[in-house]
């Protein structure tokens, strides 16, 4: 995405790479294109480019990526520690 | 021929297709007036949250067993956004249930999921409807579809197509092969400013109660409470508010690659220093200079808030990176908008 950077260091994505199969999956749905594959190899490229949306990981057959996903928008992280400070669980004001 | 009583055809319907599984109705592929109205309502936050489709499959041109499935949400502007670029294309649209969201947001929060993919190819008969057996989703469903889980629940094989429905007509005819660039999220000043006017419009409630409160903190004085003095610096207070506003949610993701700094509380305060100094200039002359510093305090404050909200509308903002922000954010922000509050009310005394 040109042009565009967010906070480096931050992203929870890990990729276990001995145990990658090399499918390709996770090259294909990232809408960052932060996979490559190389020889059957998986690289990424640049980890800060990261949104953790999650697709790779779920759509990863041998379950090698993990991140933590969510919704990067403060509206919703601001309503979820509003919540958890009054002891609700519903999520509400967003999308 | 399929009138029912007590049921009105979408006007978006051309007419129905007989299939071995019944009539499907087959959509049109240009823009309405009432499309656009929709759209409108939609964009501006009127109607948003209630603008669907209903689920189910739907055809566009003169589509037969061998026609690609092309999956999408039931909001109405995913629908849309979808249809209307499929002119001279034979397809079949399977719309899944996605309460209304559309395919990022309902895949990023679970309603375009796996699960809703799979019942949908049962509940709508589409192993009847085709011979072959793949459905083509939005690259941005994959975030809430696992192909192999597809593949499990129903023996479809799921392909991820371009981000972009704009590109899919170039994607079908490669032989369903996307180009890099049909994979890559982007972020365009068209993109971003289209999503100014429902910023503004979720204002509209919070910006209502604020008046009534800036109206009754501005007539505190020495004289317990002025009317006249609730109005005229009440009436700087809210434009100061707007000028935050236009600074946050307007300036903000308009100049968005451009501004300096990564984090977005700081890109609102870049874009609104020129906006609190031009405010602070037009109104130094009625105000003490207390009264000026709250000004620019708030209309800041305002500003770098409302620009750390808009991370929620951004492709590219990790959920880890927003919290991040947020802790070093929102207490400036509040500081800011404290000391704001108290030199304003301090004014009077001044």
């Known amino acids: 995405m040109h042009g565009y950077r967010y906070i480096d260091g931050v992203a929870t994505l890990q990729v276990d790479r001995p145990r990658c199969i090399g499918c390709g999956n996770c090259v294909e749905v990232c809408p960052h294109r932060i996979f490559s ?16 949306c999650g697709a790779c990981a779920c759509n990863c057959p041998v379950q090698v990526i993990t991140v933590s996903p969510g919704v990067g928008c403060a509206v919703a992280i601001l309503s979820a520690w509003v919540n958890r400070l009054l002891g609700r669980k519903a999520l509400s004001g967003c999308c | 021929m399929h009138e029912r009583a007590g049921y009105v055809l979408c006007p978006f319907v051309l007419d129905f297709i007989e299939t071995p599984i019944g009539p499907i109705p087959r959509v ?13 309502g939609a964009r501006t936050g009127v109607i948003r949250r209630n603008y669907k489709v209903s689920p189910g499959c739907y055809a566009v041109g003169s589509p037969g067993p061998q026609s690609p499935v092309l999956v999408t ?19 079949w649209l399977l719309v899944i249930d996605t309460r209304g969201i559309n395919v990022w947001c309902a895949a990023g929060k679970g309603s375009f999921s796996t699960d809703e993919v799979v019942q ?23 975030t809430g579809v696992a192909a192999q889980g597809v593949r499990k629940g129903c023996g479809f094989t799921v392909l991820f197509g371009p981000v972009r429905s704009a590109d899919l007509p170039a994607y079908l005819r490669q032989g369903k092969r996307c180009s890099e660039a049909m994979r890559e999220a982007t972020f365009t000043l068209a993109e971003r400013a289209v999503l100014i006017p ?5 204002l509209a409630k919070p910006l209502l109660y604020l008046v009534g409160i800036v109206l009754l903190l501005s007539g505190i004085g020495p004289s317990v409470f002025s009317p006249a003095a609730a109005l005229h610096r009440g009436g700087i207070l809210l434009t100061a508010t707007v000028l935050g506003i236009v600074g946050g949610a307007v300036l903000t993701p308009l100049l968005l690659p451009w501004l300096p700094g990564r984090q977005f509380w700081m890109k609102g305060l870049a874009a609104n220093l020129p906006v609190a100094l031009g405010g602070w200039a037009l109104s130094a ?48 922000q509040m500081v800011a908008a404290g000391l704001a509050l108290a030199l304003w009310l301090a004014g009077p005394f001044c």
């Open chain 2, 285 to 332: 002359p009625r105000l003490v200079p207390v009264e000026q510093m709250a000004l620019v305090l708030w209309i800041a404050a305002t500003g770098s808030y409302l620009a750390m909200n808009f991370t929620g509308s951004t492709p590219f903002t990790s959920p880890s990176g927003v919290e991040y922000e947020m802790r070093r954010g929102l207490p400036a």
């Open chain 2, 198 to 202: 429902v910023e503004l419009f979720l």
């Open chain 1, 37 to 52: 594959l190389a020889s059957g190899q998986l690289e990424v490229k640049d980890a800060d480019l990261c949104m953790e």
């Open chain 2, 28 to 40: 049109a592929t240009t823009i309405s007036l009432r499309d656009r109205w929709g759209t409108l």
């Open chain 2, 73 to 91: 949400a039931n909001y109405k502007l995913s629908f849309d956004a979808l249809r209307l670029r499929l002119s001279g294309i034979d397809a």
């Open chain 2, 120 to 142: 949908s190819v049962h509940r709508y008969r589409i192993g009847e409807l085709v011979g072959h057996r793949e459905l083509i989703l939005p690259q941005l469903a994959a």
